[in-house]
């Protein structure tokens, strides 16, 4: 079964730390426990989204952008 990086707050989630920045985790990419993988913006405040164990072949679930809700699939991960 494949690892899932949930959303832990509502609002709008971004891949990237900037528009004009590459994402956070490129799609197929590795993680480590603890690496930043979006930011959930929240009434103009940005909130870190880490994953909380390591996997590779990250796959993002999420579009950049998208309206979110708190438990909801980001990403997946082997």
Same mark, same amino acid.
């Given at each position: ?30 993680? /480590? @426990? =603890? *690496?930043? %993988?979006?930011? $959930? ?7 870190? !989204?880490?994953?909380? /164990? @390591? =996997? *590779?072949? %990250?796959?993002? $679930? ?7 809700? !708190?438990?909801?699939?980001? @990403?997946?991960?082997?």
């Amino acid at each position: 079964m494949a690892k899932q990086i949930r959303s832990p707050l509502p609002g709008i989630f971004y891949r990237r730390p900037a528009p004009d920045q590459p994402p956070f985790v490129e799609d197929g990419g590795s993680v /480590e @426990a =603890g *690496t930043v %993988v979006g930011l $959930v913006e929240v009434m103009k405040s940005f909130h870190e !989204v880490v994953a909380e /164990e @390591a =996997g *590779t072949n %990250v796959r993002f $679930v999420a579009e950049n952008e998208q309206p979110i809700t !708190v438990g909801v699939v980001l @990403a997946e991960m082997d």
